[in-house]
């Protein structure tokens, strides 16, 4: 191999190192992140989250989890690949935003369910029932 050769294969090695070291950081800090997340569930989560109901629906789901290592998603039941997400106010201003998120997450074969969080807080078994029908629809 000459030595121009070289070099690009150091520079290449050099620039996939980089790749990884930043998504290593982001993982990293994606994960803390979502582990705050879950010691600091809004009053919608908390009430999704501890409905008895919620237990009835036969799977398990994991609340703030990372996805792809760019989202953290509100409520994952993995078996049925269905992420949960519990819209407030702050997501009015993130329309174009949460739109190409939603995408993304089918893109990885992710369905997913936006819930109002007035409609969690106000009407909770509302709120169930749309979750047991997304999980009676069929997984892609």
Not at 102 to 128: C, D, I, K, S
């Amino acid at each position: 191999m000459g030595r121009e050769a070289r070099q690009t294969c150091r520079a290449l090695e050099a620039f996939v190192q980089k790749q990884s070291r930043q998504e290593l950081k982001r993982h990293i800090l994606l994960t803390q992140r979502a582990h705050e997340m879950r010691c600091e569930l809004t009053p919608s989560e908390a009430a999704l989250w501890n409905a008895k109901s919620w237990n009835q629906l036969g799977i398990a789901f994991c609340r703030q989890v990372v996805i792809g290592n760019r989202y953290i998603a509100d409520f994952l039941a993995p078996k049925r690949k269905l992420v949960v997400e519990v819209d407030g106010s702050y997501h009015r201003q993130r329309v174009t935003a949460d739109a190409r998120r939603t995408r993304v997450l089918e893109r990885l074969g992710f369905r997913v369910l936006h819930l109002e969080a007035e409609l969690v807080l106000r009407q909770l078994p509302l709120a169930v029932e749309a979750i047991r029908e997304a999980l009676q629809s069929p997984v892609r």
